[in-house]
C-alpha cells in the first residue's frame, strides 16, 4: 500500500503539472512496486489516470486553455482505436508487451530531452478560426495512433498527446496541457471499458491511488503556471528513462534466468 501510495503522489503531480506524463510510469510501477500481475495493472492506470485527468481539467478550464473541438476530434478517433489496441494486448506475451513499453518511454523521453522550436502551424487559429484542411487530418491521424497505444499498454497517451498538439498542430504549450487533459481522459475511459471485463481490480490498492493522486493533482495544478515547464519536462523526461531502463534490466534478468 506504501508503495501505491508514494506512485500517485508522482503520477498526480506529474498529471497536474505537465498534463500528462503519470500513465507512463503507472504501468511499470504497478507491476514492478506494488506487485499486481499487467494485465490488472493496465485496467488500473487507466482507472485512476482518467479520473486524475478529469480532476485536473478544472482550473484549466476556469483559464480558458482547452481547445474544445481539437481535443473532442483526437478523443473521439482515440476512443474508437483503443478497442483495437486492447484486443492486441491481449494477443501478446507480458514480456513483449513491457519490452514495447520500455521502448515507447526510451523514445518519448529522449524526444522531451530535445529542444525543438515549437513550429507547428496546422491548427493555429487566425481571428478564433481554424484552418480545418490542415487541421483535422492532422488530428485525427494523431488521435488514432494515440488510441491506439492507449488500449495496447494501458497509458493515457498524455505525453504523446503534447508534442503532437504543439509540434503538428502548432497549439500553445498552455492551450495543449489544458486539451491533452481532455482528450487523456476520453482515452483512458475508452481503454478502461475494454479492458475492464478482462480483470478484478484491487480495490483498495485502486481507491487509494486515486484518492492520493486526485489529491496530488490538486495541489500541484495550482503550481503549474508558476513553474518552468521547460525543466520540469527535462526532469521527468530522465525518470521516463530511468524506468525503461529498470524495465530493459528486469526482462534481460528474466530471459537470462529462464
Known sequence: MIAAIGLGLVIGALIGLLGGGGSVLAVPG???????????????????????????????????????RIGALFGAAGAATAFAGAAVNRLLPDDVVLALFAALMAAAGVRMLQNRPDTGSACSTVGGTVNWRRCLPRTLAGGLAVGFLTGLLGVGGGFLVIPVLVIALGLPMTTAIGTSLLIVAVNSAAGFAAHAGEVDLDLPVTLTFTAVAVAATLLTA?????????????????????????????????????
Open 222 to 258: 495550482r503550481l503549474g503556471s508558476r513553474l518552468d515547464t521547460a525543466r520540469l519536462r527535462r526532469w521527468f523526461a530522465g525518470l521516463v528513462l530511468l524506468f525503461a531502463g529498470g524495465i530493459t534490466v528486469q526482462l534481460a534478468a528474466g530471459l537470462m534466468a529462464g
Open 30 to 68: 504497478l507491476v514492478y512496486a506494488v506487485g499486481q500481475p499487467l494485465q490488472q495493472a493496465v485496467a488500473t492506470s487507466l482507472l485512476v489516470v482518467g479520473v486524475t485527468a478529469l480532476v485536473a481539467l478544472a482550473p484549466r478550464l476556469r483559464a480558458g486553455q482547452i481547445a474544445w
